[in-house]
């Protein structure tokens, strides 16, 4: 398959409690990224990470925080989720040659009541 | 500030028609351009690079850094090309960081 799994698929979740989303990767390519697609704003980048601990901030940060222990694993987590949460993320990942763009993850549908 | 600009949100085209989705983009550097494709509810797939110039599903793209635009094209569409279209910049830096279009939905009429 694609090398990038996502879980869980899809999630309904109460305001104020957390949640982590996970991606997965078995290319052992150093940049994975987090990105929410929401209609009129197509997507936008929440936080990246360029190496194992090493993550940064995207456009879209505040309510969210990553990590990434290891190579293969990149968490996105909503500290206290809020309905302006509600979105499809999507996990990307790219190689050492930025030409070859992403490969995404299949999204994980959140939602937020 | 970098932007990527795709104009239309849907654009209705009748099967066998000429299709041109719009991109436009603003960053000070040297460019990558990219257009990704996401049929209903799936994941989004790489369609072209501006650096390989290459045709897939009979779709082009070309790099106009005159007019800064990388506006995709075909010739005639297919009602299998009906789906969500985004353009993407590439920053010249080494996070690999894509700038993602708003996106046009491409509706293909029979």
């Known amino acids: 398959d694609a090398g990038i799994t996502q879980s869980p698929r899809h999630k309904v979740t109460e305001t104020g409690t957390p949640v982590t989303l996970r991606c997965h990767q078995t290319?052992?390519?150093?940049?994975m990224y987090w990105y929410r697609q929401d209609p009129g704003h197509g997507l936008r980048l929440i936080h990246y990470?360029?190496?194992?601990?090493?993550?940064d901030k995207g456009e879209v940060s505040d309510g969210y925080s990553v990590s990434r222990s290891k190579t293969e694993d990149f968490l996105l987590t909503l500290e206290s989720a809020t309905s302006s949460q509600t979105s499809v993320y999507f996990c990307?990942?790219?190689?050492?040659?930025?030409?070859?763009?992403?490969?995404f993850g299949s999204g994980t549908r959140l939602t937020v009541v | 500030a970098q932007r990527v600009t795709q104009p239309e949100k849907l654009l209705s085209v009748f099967k066998g028609a000429p299709v041109e989705l719009k991109c436009n983009y603003s960053y000070s550097g040297s460019p990558e351009l990219f257009w990704y494709v996401q049929y209903s509810r799936q994941r989004l797939q790489l369609l072209l690079r501006h650096i390989s110039r290459e045709s897939i599903k009979g779709f082009t793209a070309d790099l106009n850094k005159g007019e800064t635009s990388f506006h995709l094209k075909k010739p005639f569409a297919q009602e299998e090309d009906s789906a969500m279209y985004y353009c993407?910049?590439?920053?010249?830096?080494?996070?690999?960081?894509?700038?993602f279009g708003q996106g046009t939905t491409l509706q293909v009429k029979p």
């Open positions: 993407a910049l590439g920053l010249s830096s080494n996070t690999g960081k894509l700038i």
């Open positions: 290319e052992n390519h150093r940049y």
């Open positions: 990470s360029y190496g194992v601990k090493d993550t």
């Open positions: 990307a990942i790219s190689g050492m040659d930025r030409t070859y763009g992403y490969t």
